[in-house]
RNA sequence: GGAGGCGUCGCCUAGUCCGGUCGAUGGCGCCCGCCUGCUAAGCGGGUUGGGGUUUCAAAGCCCCUCGAGGGUUCAAAUCCCUCCGCCUCCGCCA
């Protein structure tokens, strides 16, 4: 959630960031009048409660008295002051439950509101719609099949070529949007995987291996049950969900803590599986395995401190463009314009690889700053030096999407044969492997 | 799945039987002073988080927070119920 005192403060502003998503900015107001009113109703709650407790104070000592009375008159006397104050109590009583209802109710309402708003976006985003982005820049060397010679395959031919991934079993087994790998393309996605974690462990994160099913807290609090909850499995009978990225688990990994200021940023990579419905992608990148319900992932995942956020943010994105590049990837880096930024990213860049089959760039990786959005969300704060507690950052990247490395893997190292070069630094992860050749024989 | 035990402010811990002055004891750790030639020890004070009010700011004051949520009661850390988590024993199975 967004900090509710930039929408006391600074209501335009919310607003804005709100209407350059292409979301309703009138929350805004909503949220307003609501805040007002959870205000007041509060400070009616706590005023009478203070009477209550002040007169509560008074009812233990005075049946004490009663108790311990060995003259009558003292006794009627105490008895007749009880029956006032209890008298009293209790319409006290009433009073305080009614303003508690009112309160929680208000609170509830206004909670909802806040819950409902995105993040606010960063000033240096590009505005606009998902065509608006902004160019950063072109890496690598786009393979040119026309003086190799040879019309390239996709990702589809080349994986029954090798036998690497079986994609009408698939569909057999578990129905459109699902594939085996198999034989070297089962191999390939533990060497990228392994490649990936070694990679981000060297460079000082640590490796984590999270739950894939999770609590609604988790899911709502990473913000993915927003406008984005179609597409979020649900497990009905046992209220849980299965997560769309290792974001999920690692981010709440230290929901409701005070993390130690000495020890940011925390990095984390983690691996895990990734669901995902694609509901309103019907027709979209149907062949292969480009858009699946379900593929591996490992996940770059940075709690950090706000003020550093955006430089880290140019880390994560740097990790990802190394390893790309380690694997002889072409590929562009684009900043996200405004209206394609998920609920809870502030900022979004996506590295996206060069497909031959396709002529064109296709997300690949993405890195995105979520600001203390998420933290808030999630009541992850951190304690600097001067004791100030106060919600951190929370920024994730990809790092390694299997499937589509591999349709990028693929597509870009075939040869006229339907071998697959494997890229230099990879091979230690396939014993050495430098080819992957075709079937003998199908 | 069955039986039992437990969940208190960073860590440990008192309080729960017999409800009120308990936001909650003590120790460790940490922070700030004092003292000491240095170190160690010692002395004094502070040390959950959130909301509100006031203020340039702070102090102060009020409310909430004893795993979570309900209930009983004038009043709940304390009594009752449900749920969650942890531990021990049994059963079952990767």
Redesign the pocket.
């Known amino acids: 959630m967004i900090d509710?005192r930039i929408v006391r403060d600074d209501p335009e502003r919310v607003r804005a960031s709100q209407a350059a998503r292409g979301e309703d900015p009138s929350i805004v107001d909503r949220l307003l009048v609501a805040d007002e009113a959870r205000?007041t109703a509060?400070?009616r709650?706590?005023?009478l409660?203070?009477t209550?407790?002040?007169?509560?104070?008074s009812?233990?000592?005075l049946?004490?008295r009663i108790k311990k009375s060995t003259n009558d008159v003292d006794r009627d006397i105490a008895h007749n002051e009880l029956d006032v104050l209890?008298g009293r109590?209790?319409t006290?009583?009433d009073d305080?439950?009614a303003a508690e209802g009112v309160r929680?109710e208000a609170a509830q309402i206004a909670t909802a509101l806040l819950l409902e708003l995105s993040n606010l976006i960063d000033d240096d985003a590009p505005r606009g719609g998902e065509d608006d982005f902004t160019l950063i820049g072109e890496y690598g060397v786009r393979p040119d099949f026309v003086s190799l010679g040879f019309e390239p395959r996709d990702h589809v031919e080349l994986g029954e070529i090798l036998g690497a991934i079986d994609i009408e079993r698939g569909a057999k087994v578990s129905g459109s949007r699902f594939y085996y790998l198999t034989g070297p393309g089962a191999l390939l996605e533990l060497a990228l995987v392994n490649f990936a974690i070694a990679r981000a462990t060297a460079a000082g994160f640590t490796p984590m291996i999270p739950p894939s099913l999770v609590k609604p807290a988790a899911m709502e609090g990473t913000g993915f049950l927003g406008q984005a909850a179609e597409n979020v499995y649900r497990l009905e009978a046992d209220d849980l969900y299965l997560v769309g990225t290792a974001e999920v688990p690692l981010a709440a990994y230290h929901m409701d803590e005070?993390l130690d200021g000495a020890t940011m940023p925390r990095r984390y990579v983690g691996y895990s599986p990734s669901f995902r419905r694609e509901a309103g992608s019907h027709g979209k990148d149907t062949r292969g395995i480009f858009r699946v319900h379900w593929f591996d992932k490992v996940e770059l995942f940075s709690f950090c401190p706000p003020e550093e956020a955006v430089v880290e943010h140019r880390r994560l994105l740097q990790w990802e463009q190394e390893f790309l590049d380690a694997l002889e990837i072409p590929y562009r880096v684009i900043d996200v314009a405004s209206g394609d930024l998920g609920a809870s990213a502030a900022r979004k860049f996506d590295c996206e690889a060069w497909v031959p089959s396709q002529q064109r760039y296709r997300e690949v990786t993405s890195a995105s700053n979520c600001t203390q959005f998420q933290a808030r969300r999630l009541r992850i704060?951190s304690?600097s030096l001067d004791?100030d507690?106060?919600p951190v950052a929370t920024l994730n990247g990809t790092l390694c999407a299997v499937t589509r490395t591999i349709v990028a893997l693929f597509e870009n190292h075939q040869r006229p044969d339907g071998s697959v070069n494997v890229p230099v630094a990879l091979r230690p992860y396939l014993g050495g492997l430098e080819t992957i050749e075709p079937l003998p024989t199908r």
């Open positions: 509710l205000r509060s400070q709650y706590d005023e409660r203070n209550q407790k002040t007169l509560g104070k009812i233990g000592p049946q004490g209890m109590a209790t006290l009583s305080v439950k929680d005070i704060r304690r004791g507690v106060a």
